[in-house]
Antibody, heavy 121, light 108 residues
Framework: QVHLEQSGAEVKKPGASVTVSCKTS????????IVWVRQAPGQGLEWMGW????????NYAENLQGRVTMTTDPVTSTSYMELRSLRSDDTAIYYC??????????????WGRGTQVTVSS | SYVLTQPPSVSVAPGNTASFSCGGD??????VHWYQQKPGQAPVLVIQ???GRPSGIPERFSASNSGNAATLTITKVDAGDEADYYC???????????FGGGTRLTVL
């Protein structure tokens, strides 16, 4: 069965960086893209971007450009999301998720359980 | 950029029908997807491509899309349906998926 296993919770100080991993199993990794979505406390879902797992092509949300990098390792079927220059408003649950399409009609069919990232001095 | 508008909350008695609206300019021309997020859990896809039910989603869940509003309907609601429900479309102007703000379902 499809499974996305995310790395554990992180606590970081403002200005630091965090990397969240997403190890997938149960399907052919390179046939799907990995999407990253975050959810601040008590808030809705925010799309952060995606990485095409077969070639590493990325598309990032405009408000995160320059601070986020998403990468892919087809050998281990794992994707990574690095967020730099962390601020308190980056405190959120970060989800990795699987999507079939990187364009119109795009939707998410499987989600990881989420990784809590807390930014606090 | 495109904006999706969802009411913040919906309340319904057990056994009744809950309806969730997702408003957007000419949304009928977009493909709408719906997610259910129970407290403390990751979202789950409940409707894809306007009205399609993924495997494992009960027939109680249905959806439609017309004019400026898409609608998710849950019949015979029970306490297990308490969750936040999000609609999502592709925004061609910003080249990214966008989510509505979500609607919280409370079962009275």
């Amino acid at each position: 069965q499809v499974h996305l296993e995310q790395s554990g919770a992180e606590v970081k100080k403002p200005g630091a960086s965090v990397t969240v991993s997403c190890k997938t199993s149960g399907y052919t990794y390179i046939n799907y893209i990995i999407v990253w979505v975050r959810q601040a406390p008590g808030q809705g879902l925010e799309w952060m971007g995606w990485v095409k797992t077969h070639d590493g092509d990325t598309n990032y949300a405009e408000n995160l450009q320059g601070r986020v990098t998403m990468t892919t390792d087809p050998v281990t079927s794992t994707s990574y999301m690095e967020l730099r220059s962390l601020r308190s408003d980056d405190t959120a649950i970060y989800y990795c998720a699987r999507s079939v399409v990187a364009g119109p009609g795009s939707y998410i069919d499987y989600w990881g359980r989420g990784t809590q990232v807390t930014v606090s001095s | 950029s495109y904006v999706l508008t969802q009411p913040p909350s919906v309340s319904v008695a057990p056994g009744n029908t809950a309806s969730f609206s997702c408003g957007g300019d000419n949304i009928e021309h977009e493909l709408v997807h719906w997610y259910q997020q129970k407290p403390g859990q990751a979202p789950v896809l409940v409707i894809q491509f306007d009205s399609g039910r993924p495997s494992g989603i009960p027939e109680r869940f249905s959806a439609s899309n017309s004019g400026n509003a898409a609608t998710l309907t849950i019949t015979k609601v029970d306490a297990g349906d308490e969750a936040d429900y999000y609609c999502q479309v592709w925004d061609s102007s910003s080249n990214r998926p966008i989510f509505g703000g979500g609607t919280r379902l409370t079962v009275l």
